[in-house]
């Protein structure tokens, strides 16, 4: 049963739960926090599957899952998991019924011309869920940070490279001063050791996290550098060290992620960032 204190305030809907999950995370015990990782990473497989199923694919027991439950003030897993449910039923429609035109493409006939229809459909998806999941107070938070930094550390390995290596392009195209950490001479610390107050960093990346990513940003939020980092899950080691973090989860095909939604944000985020200096450097803006 539950306890008393969980009892008070039972989350009543999914950005509820995940809202209290994220103020309890640092004081779940190490199998709730598996299954809340796993829950926030995972929730339409939350919303499907069956207590045996999810548990095989967190790694705990069924139990796990039902003590999981009571700790947030549900009666079981069954009531959390109406949770999930509800939050489908309330998504924008229009995936599946594009999914089955994609399908009954001709294209579609022919292999490759498949793999092409499965991208853009996951491309789509991604798109769809970005528009809808970025905060756009926070992201203005982010770009206010952003523009008002000396100098702006972009900090990105393997599948997140090619959006720092973007946004370092488009920075210098636009007069942003910034430095692209990652470098063929191994300068990485020392080029960090320069970052100060009033700099500011830009971190990415997506599971299995890059550790050099998630210690690069620690240390400079340790130097007082404000962090803003884009990610794929509440417990990525990039959210702990983050002023602003985004939480974006790309769609697949076939196991591959493509970088469609993220490559969108960056192009923004950067294109914001220039205007907002432009506006702070005319006199039109803090």
Do not use: C
Not at 131 to 136: E, H, I, L, R, Y
Not at 152 to 174: D, Q, V
Request: no cysteine; charged share 25%.
């Amino acid at each position: 049963m539950p306890t008393p204190e969980t009892t008070m305030d039972v989350p009543q809907d999914f950005e509820a739960l995940k809202a209290v999950i994220l103020e309890r995370k640092a004081q779940l015990p190490k199998r709730l926090k598996q299954v809340a990782a796993y829950s926030l990473d995972n929730p339409d497989e939350i919303a499907f599957g069956t207590a045996a199923s999810i548990a095989t694919s967190a790694d705990v027991q069924p139990s796990t899952l039902v003590r999981f439950a009571q700790h947030f003030g549900f009666e079981g897993f069954s009531s959390l998991q109406q949770i999930f449910r509800a939050r489908l039923r309330e998504r924008t429609p229009g995936y599946e019924e594009r999914l089955k035109a994609l399908s009954q493409n001709e294209h579609s006939k022919l292999e490759s011309g498949s793999i092409f229809n499965g991208f853009v459909a996951a491309a789509h998806r991604s798109l769809d869920n970005v528009a809808t999941s970025v905060d756009p107070e926070a992201f203005e938070r982010a770009v206010d940070i952003l523009a008002k930094a000396d100098t702006i550390y972009l900090i990105a390995k393997r599948r997140s490279y090619p959006i720092s290596s973007y946004m370092a392009y488009a920075f210098g195209k636009l007069k942003v001063k910034y430095q692209h950490v990652g470098t063929a001479a191994g300068i990485d610390d020392d080029m960090l050791a320069m970052a100060n107050r009033q700099d500011a960093a830009f971190a990415v990346s997506f599971s299995p996290y890059a550790s050099e990513s998630a210690s690069q940003a620690r240390f400079l939020a340790s130097r007082k550098v404000p962090v803003i980092s884009l990610t794929d899950s509440a417990f990525s080691p990039l959210a702990e060290s983050s002023k602003v973090w985004f939480e974006l989860v790309e769609a697949d095909h076939a196991g591959f992620r493509s970088l469609s939604a993220s490559m969108a944000f960056a192009m923004a985020l950067t294109v914001a960032i220039a205007e907002k200096r432009q506006r702070m450097a005319d006199g039109g803006g803090q």
